[in-house]
């Protein structure tokens, strides 16, 4: 097939985002954008191995480099590392610690090996990995599988998502399974195990175990998919897009439960103007009781307004994602259509690769030219149009 413009555009986005120490989190020179981001450069890293491209390849490289030589001596992984010497160079959260940057640096190292055949590149980190992994152990606090996140602890960094958060679960898991591919080692794959049963016995419908909440986990009605996270305060029951799809991608959940999350997934974004799924749902509104956590929760202006950013926005980034477990689930068609409606979002005003849109007003938000719209391009189509595939 003849190369879409779409998908030519992502590529070239992702070469003016580049630099010697990787992957920028936009082409836009904006100074809190214009450094090195774990989830970001890992994401742009995702889509370079896809693209089959060696100078992006490299720059995934160059990412990982960066910032496993910025790794606290504690195991953090930076949130992100600034490029220039006129700001701080190294930032490992705002208003709170990122701990998705621990898991996606541990997934881009395994990825990177893995599709470059490159077995030493894990042994080069592994000393990293294990301290990052060791650090995750630590933040279960309760030595019961799951880790606790605080507010602001994740990409959703200005959500109201904290205690066990889904996403975080399910990006662990992948973290592990990536590792133990190389590893093989007989405590990762119990743990992974461990992880996993934790996730179905908390986070499904009428599962069998030990709850971690069970009042809680009684008070709420989970139905079509699982719930963003829970906490000593209770559920929070929004749809993470994010999170349900990496389940469906880590094949989690039973057959009949996954085949839910995917029919919801169609209805609610079939329902929407712009044919892509909101990262939450339903948008926390003025007078709902979470509102006294987004409001504050911001280090520079306010922009969750309902239908926008993380309350209810829509990302391209997200949306790639769900292309993916859609794939995984063989519904290819429906992965076609995704993306198309992913580009259409990418290529408003002249491929300006918005963050997010309204899910409303279908209105661009955020920063533009944004290097992980351009990730979800590249990523579901070479997974669609070459077969692509991650190690999951």
């Known amino acids: 097939m003849m190369t879409d413009i779409n ?15 990787g992957f920028l989190a936009s082409a836009q020179d904006i100074s809190n954008y214009k450094r090195v981001w774990a989830r970001d450069g890992v994401i742009c890293g995702l889509a370079a191995l896809a693209s089959g491209d060696e100078d992006l390849i490299e720059t995934f490289r160059d990412t990982l480099e960066t910032l496993a030589n910025n790794q606290h001596h504690n195991g953090t992984i930076p949130s992100n590392v600034g490029i220039s010497d006129n700001e701080e160079n190294v ?43 060791q650090l995750l152990e630590a933040w279960e606090f309760n030595n019961k599988g799951l880790l606790y996140v605080p507010l602001s602890g994740n990409w959703a960094d200005e959500y109201i998502t904290d205690g066990y958060v889904l996403y975080d679960q399910l990006l662990r898991v992948w973290a592990l399974k990536s590792y133990n591919h190389f590893v093989k080692d007989e405590f990762i794959t119990t743990k ?6 934790q996730i179905e016995i908390n986070f499904m419908p009428q599962s069998v175990g030990e709850k971690y909440h069970e009042r809680a986990y009684e008070e709420v009605k989970i139905e079509n998919y699982m ?10 029951i929004q749809f993470d897009a994010f999170a349900n799809s990496l389940a469906l991608l880590l094949n989690i959940g039973s057959p009949a439960f996954q085949q839910k999350i995917i029919d919801y997934s169609i209805s609610l974004k079939n329902e929407l103007p ?12 003025e007078n709902d009781n ?9 280090k520079y202006e306010f922009r969750n307004f309902p239908n926008e950013f993380h309350n209810g926005g829509s990302w391209s980034m997200v ?18 259509v995704l993306l198309d409606a992913i580009n259409k979002a990418n290529a408003v005003e002249e491929y300006s690769f918005y963050e997010n849109f309204n899910s409303e007003t279908k209105s661009p938000n955020g920063v533009p030219y944004c290097t992980w719209s351009a990730a979800a391009t ?15």
Not at 274 to 285: M, R
Not at 290 to 296: C, Q, V, Y
Not at 319 to 333: D, M, P, T
């Open 91 to 133: 930032s490992y959260g705002g208003l709170a610690g990122r701990v998705d940057a621990v898991t996606w640096f541990i997934i881009g190292v395994c990825q990177y090996a893995y599709y470059t055949n490159d077995v030493n590149f894990v042994k080069k980190y592994n000393s990293n990995i294990l301290k990052a992994l």
């Open 227 to 236: 719930p963003c996270s829970f906490s000593p305060a209770g559920y929070k």
């Open 192 to 197: 992974i195990q461990t992880i996993t049963e």
């Open 378 to 392: 590249v990523m579901l189509h070479q997974s669609i149009y070459e077969e692509f595939k991650y190690l999951v």
């Open 290 to 298: 979470d509102w006294h956590l987004l409001k504050n929760n911001c």
């Open 7 to 21: 998908y030519l555009k992502a590529i070239e986005l992702l070469h003016k985002s580049t630099s010697s120490a």
């Open 274 to 285: 712009l044919g892509l799924l909101p990262a939450f749902w339903p948008p926390v509104y």
């Open 319 to 336: 949306n790639g994602f769900f292309g993916l477990a859609l794939l995984k689930a063989e519904q290819n068609e429906e992965a076609i």
